[in-house]
């Protein structure tokens, strides 16, 4: 099936604890983006990648990193984690950018809470 | 549950209906539109797409319009159903220097009444 899947589904750390929401796809989609939604404030683009070792800043990069290291995988990495980061994230694929209309699929979500 | 859209603007339909989500956006540069389809528990999914060179596209019972003059998008649900019932978000997707970025709107929140 074809499918984005995220790990861990949920999950409650402290303030500083780095930790790391693991994403994949098997859909061999170049385009991979992290997204953190929040109430009122709709989704917002944390960063993205076009291929393997390509990313660059989405609206909201500051606290975030990622890497793509493989086509297939697009970790996001919490190095010292905030309250403020407590969020629902979302991470999803594309083949191509979607202005040539390739949608993006997203994964189920990460729900974090950082006390 | 989700906490998703505590704040979201509401539209509240009859069954057999048609909807009418309207969403404005704010990049003259924005060249290519999508609409999204968010169920509790779930992440968004793609529902339709339009380009800045288009003013009208179709789909299975959505139909998405987009006025350049305004910025201005709505997306135009016939027939809603239950099923129907979800947030609904437009995105607008600008070119970067890696490749692109996405923008969404703060989305609707969609009731279908049986």
């Known amino acids: 099936e074809a499918q984005v899947t995220q790990n861990p589904r949920y999950l409650i750390t402290v303030t500083g604890k780095k930790l790391t929401v693991t994403c994949s796809q098997n859909?061999?989609?170049?385009?991979m983006s992290w997204y953190r939604q929040d109430p009122g404030l709709g989704l917002r683009q944390i960063y993205y990648s076009m291929n393997v070792e390509v990313t660059d800043k989405g609206d909201v990069p500051e606290g975030y990193k990622v890497s793509r290291k493989e086509k297939r995988n697009f970790p996001l990495i919490l190095e010292s984690p905030s309250p403020n980061q407590t969020s629902l994230y979302f991470c999803a694929s594309s083949f191509g950018p979607p202005e040539s209309s390739y949608e993006q699929y997203f994964g189920p979500g990460t729900r974090l809470t950082v006390t | 549950g989700e906490s998703v859209g505590l704040h979201l603007p509401t539209l509240s339909v009859q069954e057999g209906d048609n909807s009418i989500i309207n969403c404005a956006y704010s990049n003259s540069a924005s060249d290519y539109f999508i609409w999204y389809k968010q169920e509790s528990g779930k992440g968004p999914q793609f529902i339709i797409d339009i380009r800045s060179n288009m003013d009208k596209r179709q789909g299975q019972r959505v139909t998405v319009l987009l006025n350049k003059t305004v910025k201005h998008l709505s997306l135009q649900i016939a027939a809603t159903q239950p099923g129907d019932s979800a947030v609904y978000f437009c995105?607008?997707?600008?070119?970067?220097?890696?490749?692109?970025?996405?923008?969404f709107g703060a989305g609707t929140r969609l009731f279908v009444k049986a």
């Open positions: 859909m061999n989609h170049e385009y």
């Open positions: 995105a607008e997707n600008r070119s970067g220097t890696g490749g692109f970025k996405t923008i």
